[in-house]
Structure formats: C-alpha cells, structure tokens
C-alpha cells in the first residue's frame, strides 16, 4: 500500500506545480494593471519560474549527489509552496516595480524548488516499485499535465470567492501538506550504489559529448 501512495504522492507533487504554472494565468494581468505594471513586465514575471527552474537544472547537473535526494525532494517543494503563498501575499505590496520584482522573486525561489523537487523524485520513487519505473515518466508529466490544464478554471473559480490571495494559499497550503505526507510515507529506498563521487566540471563534460 505503502508503494502505492508513494506514487500517487509523487504525482499530486507534479500535479500542483502544474497548477503553480497555468494557475494565475486567468487574474494575474488583472492586478498586475493594477499595480501598474506593463504587459513586458508580465511576461517576464511568468518567465521567471522556467527560467529559474532551467538554470537550476543546469547546476544540479553537475553537483546533485545521490545522498542529497531526499533533501532536495522534501525542501524543494516546500519552498516552491511557500513562494506560492508568497505571491499571493504580494497583493498588499506597493505598485509599480516593487510589485513586480517582489513577484518575479517568488517566481524564481518557487521554479527553484520546483526544480529541486523534479530533480529528485526519480531517484527517490523509482527505488520503491523498481518495476513500474517505466510507467513513472508518464504518470508523473500526467500529473503535470492535468494541473496544468486544470489550473486556469480552478484558480478562476477560487479567485472569484476568495480574492486574489486564495488560489495561491490553496495551491501552496496543498503542496506542502503533500510535501510532509511524502516525507512521512514514502519509505527511503535505493538501488543505486556509487563508490566515488566526483564532481563533473562543464569542460568535462562538454568533451565527452561525441
């Protein structure tokens, strides 16, 4: 039982950074005139959660270790819902770029958690059902997918009861409550063994590429 929810764990993880993505999609630009911020700024504010997460990757490439799984698995989501939190919180900060670099801050700390997490959850989930791991790429980007799509509407919906900070205390308040769940439930696994660590420099790496 356990290694089942430690699968459905992994997937409501990825579903809630899909609605992290797509949720703000509906009312953002609304407050964001408010704030009076331009459109240029929006859009740099929705890029900063891939971008952060693109250029984390690129570092966790070359120093993420396997003793490091769980540490990025239970930190980065938490961080990545309490960003969320954060941003809804932004509501009652001043406008202009106050607003916006406050924003794309939470943005950036919340595509690094994310990344944290998307980094790790194989190493981590893999190991407790080896024998489904080739089912879990497409368990987990469903995941992603269906928050993702489910985010506008969702958001919309709870936007329109409880205001601009409720969708992201909600997305976020849900995130780190999966996030302790996993910590508690999923056991700690691995089937990996490495004798040496080392780490790789990009030049290295670079010149093995054929």
Same mark, same amino acid.
Do not use: H
């Given at each position: 039982m356990r290694d089942v929810l430690g699968y459905i764990i992994g997937v409501m993880l990825f579903a809630t950074e899909g609605l992290n993505v797509s949720m703000m999609a509906p009312f953002f630009p609304l407050m964001a005139e408010e704030k009076l911020?331009?459109?240029?700024?929006?859009?740099?504010? *929705?890029?900063?959660?891939?971008?952060?997460?693109?250029?984390?990757?690129?570092i966790l490439i070359f120093y993420m270790r396997e003793k490091?799984?769980?540490?990025?698995?239970?930190?980065?989501p938490f961080i990545s819902g309490i960003a969320m939190i954060l941003f809804g919180v932004l509501e009652w900060a001043p406008?202009?770029?106050?607003f916006? *670099?406050? #924003?794309?801050g939470c943005r950036a700390v919340s595509g690094i958690g994310a990344?944290?997490?998307?980094?790790?959850?194989?190493?981590i989930v893999v190991p407790i059902k080896p024998e489904w791991s080739m089912q879990l790429g497409t368990l987990l980007s469903g995941g992603y997918g269906v928050g993702t799509v489910m985010?506008?509407?969702v958001g919309s919906f709870i936007y329109n009861f409880g205001?601009?900070?409720?969708?992201?205390?909600?997305?976020?308040?849900?995130?780190i409550l999966i996030t302790i769940a996993a910590f508690f439930i999923?056991?700690?696994? #691995?089937?990996?063994?490495?004798?040496? #660590?080392?780490?790789? #420099?990009?030049?290295?790496?670079?010149?093995?590429?054929?």
């Amino acid at each position: 039982m356990r290694d089942v929810l430690g699968y459905i764990i992994g997937v409501m993880l990825f579903a809630t950074e899909g609605l992290n993505v797509s949720m703000m999609a509906p009312f953002f630009p609304l407050m964001a005139e408010e704030k009076l911020i331009s459109e240029t700024v929006i859009g740099i504010v *929705l890029a900063g959660f891939d971008t952060a997460a693109f250029l984390t990757s690129l570092i966790l490439i070359f120093y993420m270790r396997e003793k490091d799984l769980w540490f990025f698995f239970c930190v980065g989501p938490f961080i990545s819902g309490i960003a969320m939190i954060l941003f809804g919180v932004l509501e009652w900060a001043p406008k202009g770029y106050t607003f916006a *670099l406050c #924003s794309l801050g939470c943005r950036a700390v919340s595509g690094i958690g994310a990344c944290f997490g998307w980094a790790s959850i194989y190493g981590i989930v893999v190991p407790i059902k080896p024998e489904w791991s080739m089912q879990l790429g497409t368990l987990l980007s469903g995941g992603y997918g269906v928050g993702t799509v489910m985010g506008p509407p969702v958001g919309s919906f709870i936007y329109n009861f409880g205001g601009y900070i409720m969708p992201f205390a909600f997305a976020g308040g849900v995130q780190i409550l999966i996030t302790i769940a996993a910590f508690f439930i999923i056991e700690r696994k #691995s089937n990996v063994r490495v004798e040496k #660590s080392k780490s790789i #420099s990009f030049l290295r790496f670079f010149k093995s590429i054929p």
